[in-house]
T-cell receptor, first 112, second 114 residues
Framework: AQSVTQPDIHITVSEGASLELRCNYS??????LFWYVQSPGQGLQLLLK??????LVQGIKGFEAEFKRSQSSFNLRKPSVHWSDAAEYFC??????????FGTGTRLKVLA | DSGVTQTPKHLITATGQRVTLRCSPR?????VYWYQQSLDQGLQFLIQ???????AKGNILERFSAQQFPDLHSELNLSSLELGDSALYFC?????????????FGPGTRLTVL
C-alpha cells in the first residue's frame, strides 16, 4: 500500500543550525514528491517538488530536498535555520493518477 | 495568498447541528480537495472532486458529504455534529486530475462543536 512516513513528530534546533527533516515513502513507481509548510493558523504552502531529473531540488525560503530512490526517501534540508522557519512541515506523495498522500507532519521549533 | 477562499473562517455550533463549509478554488483549477486537521488525527484527506464529479474518497464519515457545483466552487456538509468533529477544515485546489499537480490550500475553516 502507498504510504508516507515522517518519523520525527517534533524537532528542535537552534537558530543558525542546519536542519534535516526526514520523509520516507512506499510506492511502486516513481512518485511525485512534495514538501509543504504550514505556519500557525495558516494553510499549507508548497516549499518544493520533485518530478524527475536532478535529484536535488531547490525550493523557496532556502530549502532543498534530495530524492534517493534506493532509500525511498525525500529529505528536506536547510543549511541555516531562521526563527521564522518554526512551523509544521508535511511531506506528500502524488501518484500517477490523482491520489495524494500526506505524511503526519514534523513540527519544527527554533531556539533563539 | 493562494487564491483559494474558504468561508466562514470560524464556526461555532452545538452537537447534533448541521453546517456547510464553502470553498472557491483558484481560477481555472478543476480539482478540489477537502481535508480535516485535528490535533490527534493530523491532516486527513476527506474527498476530492474534479470538474463536478467525485473522484476520490478518503476518511470521510457518512455524516459528511460534499459537492462541487458547475461554477467549480465546493461545499462540505457536516451533519449530526459531534464534539470530535471540532477541527480545522481545509480546502485545496489543483489545475487537473493528476498526482503531479501542486495543491493550493485555502486558509481553512475552524469548526468548534460545543
Amino acid at each position: 500500500a502507498q504510504s508516507v512516513t515522517q518519523p520525527d513528530i517534533h524537532i528542535t534546533v537552534s537558530e543558525g543550525a542546519s536542519l534535516e527533516l526526514r520523509c520516507n515513502y512506499s510506492y511502486g513507481a516513481t512518485p511525485y514528491l512534495f514538501w509543504y509548510v504550514q505556519s500557525p493558523g495558516q494553510g499549507l504552502q508548497l516549499l518544493l517538488k520533485y518530478f524527475s531529473g536532478d535529484t536535488l531540488v531547490q525550493g523557496i525560503k532556502g530549502f532543498e530536498a534530495e530524492f534517493k530512490r534506493s532509500q525511498s526517501s525525500f529529505n528536506l534540508r536547510k543549511p541555516s535555520v531562521h526563527w521564522s522557519d518554526a512551523a509544521e512541515y508535511f511531506c506528500a506523495v502524488g501518484t500517477g493518477t490523482y491520489k495524494y498522500i500526506f505524511g503526519t507532519g514534523t513540527r519544527l521549533k527554533v531556539l533563539a | 495568498d493562494s487564491g483559494v477562499t474558504q468561508t466562514p473562517k470560524h464556526l461555532i455550533t452545538a452537537t447534533g447541528q448541521r453546517v456547510t463549509l464553502r470553498c472557491s478554488p483558484r481560477s481555472g483549477d478543476l480539482s478540489v480537495y477537502w481535508y480535516q486537521q485535528s490535533l490527534d488525527q493530523g491532516l486527513q484527506f476527506l474527498i476530492q472532486y474534479y470538474n463536478g464529479e467525485e473522484r476520490a474518497k478518503g476518511n470521510i464519515l457518512e455524516r459528511f458529504s460534499a459537492q462541487q457545483f458547475p461554477d467549480l466552487h465546493s461545499e462540505l456538509n457536516l451533519s449530526s455534529l459531534e464534539l470530535g468533529d471540532s477541527a480545522l477544515y481545509f480546502c485545496a485546489s489543483s489545475p487537473r486530475l493528476a498526482g503531479r499537480d501542486e495543491q493550493f490550500f485555502g486558509p481553512g475553516t475552524r469548526l468548534t462543536v460545543l
